[in-house]
């Protein structure tokens, strides 16, 4: 089992859809997570961080993390053509580096 | 401070020669991490630094690949003897805290290309 699973999807969702995106992770020591998002030929950029169970809401984003099922998940809300990227979720464990997922591509139609 | 600097932004170079690539991180972050990603891929941790000591390193990390960071500032990327399959976004990263509580912030990478 990889550490860090995410569905790669593509996901497609119209304008003003809520896209649901969804993460899994393998060590139950893990403390701190991440949403980034990253653009073709970009570089990954910092969305979202949480660190207790339930919901954190920042503007259209929404986290949410679930620590007995070793569950984090990122919505978007009124979804735009802009937000259409690669969603990378990243897990820490505690003093050592993120661990990434591959991924989930995705992509919201006008 | 404009963020972490990368150079250089693209590289080409055949295969079997020696490839250097720098980071400057953010200036007031002690961390300073290297991931390599390739297409389709997250980005696969390769090894970090707090200030001038390398804490950890993966094994993705042959002997092939050094890094360092003298003085605790920039940092350099060598990967000696470049293989098709080192072909990839090197990526570097910084942050401020102890453990990585509050993420990393990225430069725009090093694109490699090995022919």
């Known amino acids: 089992q990889k550490e860090v699973e995410q569905n790669s999807g593509p996901l497609s969702v119209p304008e003003g859809a809520i896209a649901s995106l969804n993460c899994t992770y393998s060590d139950r020591v893990s403390q701190s997570f991440f949403w980034y998002r990253q653009y073709s030929g970009k570089s990954p950029e910092l969305i979202m961080s949480?660190?207790?169970?339930g919901d954190k809401e920042d503007g259209r984003f929404t986290a949410q993390l679930n620590k007995a099922s070793q569950y984090v998940s990122l919505l978007i809300r009124d979804s735009q053509p802009s937000d259409s990227a690669t969603y990378l979720c990243a897990v820490n464990r505690g003093g050592t580096a993120l661990i990434f997922g591959k991924g989930t591509t995705l992509s919201v139609s006008s | 401070d404009t963020g972490v600097s990368q150079d250089p932004r693209h590289k080409i170079t055949k295969r079997g020669q020696n490839v250097t690539f720098r980071c400057d991180p953010i200036?007031?972050?002690?961390?300073l991490y290297w991931y390599r990603q390739t297409l389709g891929q997250g980005p696969e941790f390769l090894t970090y630094f707090q200030n001038e000591a390398q804490l950890e390193k993966s094994r993705l990390l042959s002997d092939r690949f050094s890094a360092e960071r003298p003085k605790g500032s920039f940092s350099t990327l060598e990967i000696q003897r470049t293989e098709q399959g080192d072909s990839a976004m090197y990526l570097c990263?910084?942050?401020?805290?102890?453990?990585?509580?509050?993420?990393?912030?990225f430069g725009s990478g090093t694109r490699l290309t090995v022919v």
């Open positions: 990263a910084s942050s401020q805290d102890r453990g990585g509580t509050y993420g990393y912030t």
């Open positions: 949480i660190y207790s169970n």
């Open positions: 200036s007031e972050h002690n961390r």
